[in-house]
């Protein structure tokens, strides 16, 4: 079930992550408040179907981010939007 | 369950982790015998939410710390903390 | 079950991975789009006995890979390989 | 139970490792064979209560040790001393 | 069940993998193709015992070895040696 199309964003990224391009999860991370940690995903060159396979081990050790905003990201940004990609894509 | 206000605190940290600042964190481990440790919690930003979020392994070799006070650290004292918070909001 | 000879295939490569030399395998990642990501399997000498013994956190920290293209590469081709493998030879 | 007193053992450690400074474990691995060894426990600040929260894990890669001793440190005199601690201390 | 004396083998290696020294340990690799690889079990000094007592990721990560060779010493030697020690001792 995907409720919105691609382009009703207000933000302008697509509403599943999975559709992400590395800019657009760049994006994401500066808008919800992580401006110095969002370079690293483009360093690392992470796309929305790469963000959706990332584990709590990834993002704390394979983004060369300070451990204290890796586990906010983790915890509070790349796990809900895993969770909510799923049960979108889930019946 | 939060039974005592931000401010009622003798050591000026407010009673749940959660609401720590880094400041607090780093405050918290150089009053229980870990001043030499404590700066490590500054480099890597962790504040209260982030604290709350580590586990064993994060505690091990996400802070640079010597083997020895890190296992200390965390079984006396991240660990307690964890199940202090999780107990006060559980019902 | 091999439903082809080894020497019926487009590629070149032999139909089962486990029999893949370390060039094929550099050839099979350059085909599929990770031309940039195929050299890493040379560098650590990855035959196809190996890429069928690999895991997940192999991929993701044993070839110094970008961690975006890792997660890709070890989820649409290293696992499925390796599931392709096993139903091939498990009858 | 502690069925003999801190005083009477012939080589000056306390019976129960978790009274042990980290002299006092430095002191043990030398007396049991380790001596190369022992340097890399006073390193990294290991006294009695730290061993005893040690993982195999921890042995392996947190004391910078050569692979084959720290194999054998682990299983036959970190795990063994572990294992009595807690027969000890559990009746 | 120790079947044959320690001198019987054509090799010159005690029949079982416990008795080995460093030199065993590494002339064994040589002899099953891995010369390459040898020398960094004498690096690590890794004996028999220590041999016996080595996981996968100890093989892969524990001696600096490239991934390709280190997956399959694991998976045709190391693990292979270990489960004939433990059949030939367990009754």
């Known amino acids: 079930m995907k409720p919105r199309s691609m382009n009703d964003e207000e933000n302008g990224r697509p509403p ?8 657009d999860v760049v994006d ?11 370079i690293a995903f483009q360093e690392q060159e992470i796309d929305g179907k790469s963000l959706l396979l990332m584990t709590r081990n990834d993002v704390l050790t394979g983004l060369s981010l300070k451990l204290g905003p890796a586990l906010k990201i983790y915890e509070y940004h790349v796990k809900p939007l895993q969770t909510r990609h799923l049960k979108n894509n889930s019946s």
């Open 16 to 23: 599943d992550p999975v559709d992400w391009a590395v800019i």
């Open 28 to 38: 994401y991370f500066r808008t919800v408040g992580f401006a110095e940690q969002a």
